[in-house]
């Protein structure tokens, strides 16, 4: 499979990203990730411990999906320009790294952070 250019943050992403990372309440944040071959965008996401975490996983191209072990998160491998989300509490403060794990994509570079303050 070939290596693919990622995609520059829509102005919805950065403006997720910023929602994420600004002082706040526990709230509901939304991020849309786009994942292709291999990278996520973005590949960093900053929320506050006790935020409801939406995720809406859009796949670019090839066949990916977005798995984060902390919490559970494993969304089933889907295809090139498909989507699919998922939800969960950031109920723990950290680094933690979600990537994906078809075939050796991980490895590849199709990771990155979710990063928990308290
Ligand atoms: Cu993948």
């Given amino acids: 499979m070939k290596q693919a250019a ?21 709230t509901t944040l939304t991020f849309h990730v786009v994942g292709g071959s291999f990278y996520y965008v973005p590949n960093m996401i900053k929320v506050k411990k006790g935020d409801k975490v939406k995720i809406i996983f859009d796949n670019a191209g090839g066949m990916h999906n977005f798995v984060l072990d902390e919490f559970g998160v494993k969304i089933d491998p889907i295809k090139s320009g498909e989507t699919q989300s998922v939800e969960f509490i950031a109920d723990k403060a950290g680094t933690f790294e979600y990537y994906c794990s078809v075939g050796s994509h991980r490895q590849m570079g199709q990771k990155g952070q979710l990063i928990v303050t308290e």
């Fill in 6 to 26: 990622p995609p520059a943050l829509t102005e919805t992403q950065t403006k997720e990203l910023a929602a994420g990372e600004a002082d706040h309440e526990p």
